[in-house]
């Protein structure tokens, strides 16, 4: 085991309070076999650290899998708030609204069954009102387009963070052919270089090993 992970555990344990409605999300998923692509739960509680912070009331979140960061975030929007959660496999999303019902937040949670660009395509058209934080995390060659959404569901001082534009480090490759790298590649270039956007991003080591998470606020 790295000294990282028992840290990450350490910290998990000091700080962050993880509840049995979370361990029970994640059990969930290890025994229906999904892949353990869930954000760590000290990065689940800054999500939601995030969200108190600016006050959200209304989130967007791109890839529910089963529902773990999406519980954070419901809890974080509190009983007024709602989360939008878009999810491709009816399957996953099955199990994240049973793991949304044990936490307690179903009902401030709205999973959206679909591929993810249709469904912000539907909010869009719809003219939803503007979300206040949109969290990224789902197929990675999608997400310029998931960024490109973002900006229409969102109003100025939004936020917008995306997991794993790191992975490993295999972000930085210039010569990767790797589509999920060309993903995260594009979407750091575009949100660079979209005027309306100011962002950073931040490396991580922890129990999901060395990825990273970037964060843009829409002035
Ligand atoms: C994968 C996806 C994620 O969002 C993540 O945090 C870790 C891994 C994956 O697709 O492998
Ligand atoms: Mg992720």
């Known amino acids: ?25 994640r059990d969930s998923a290890r025994r229906a076999g999904l892949p353990p ?3 760590a739960p000290n ?3 800054f999500l939601g650290l995030i969200a108190a912070m600016i006050g959200a009331r209304r989130v967007l979140e791109f890839g529910t899998l089963f529902g773990y960061s999406t519980i954070w975030l419901a809890r974080a929007v509190g009983a007024d708030g ?24 179903a009902e401030r949670v709205d999973v959206v069954v679909g591929p993810a660009v249709e469904s912000a395509a539907a909010l869009v058209a719809a003219q939803t009102e503007p979300f206040d934080q949109v969290f990224i995390d789902a197929d990675k060659p999608n997400n310029p387009r998931y ?8 109003r100025p001082g939004s936020v917008i963070i995306a997991d ?37 991003a931040i490396q991580t080591v922890g129990s ?4 990273g ?7």
Do not use: C
Request: hydrophobic letters at 50%.
């Open 147 to 154: 960024l490109a959404a973002a900006l229409l569901l969102t």
């Open 1 to 25: 085991m790295h000294a990282w992970q028992v840290v990450d555990g350490y910290l998990v344990d000091t700080l962050v309070g993880e509840d049995e409605a979370l361990r029970a999300a």
């Open 213 to 219: 998470f970037s964060i843009a606020v829409v002035p």
């Open 82 to 105: 709602t989360v939008v959660t878009f999810e491709v496999d009816e399957g996953y999303a099955a199990l994240a609204r049973e793991n949304l019902a044990r936490a307690a937040v």
């Open 208 to 211: 999901k090993g060395w990825d």
């Open 43 to 45: 990065q689940g509680k």
């Open 164 to 200: 794993n534009v790191v992975r490993d480090g295999r972000a930085a490759d210039p010569t990767s052919t790797d589509d999920r790298v060309l993903g995260v590649r594009q979407f750091l270039a575009d949100t660079a270089a979209e005027p309306r956007l100011d962002a950073t």
């Open 37 to 39: 692509a869930e954000v």
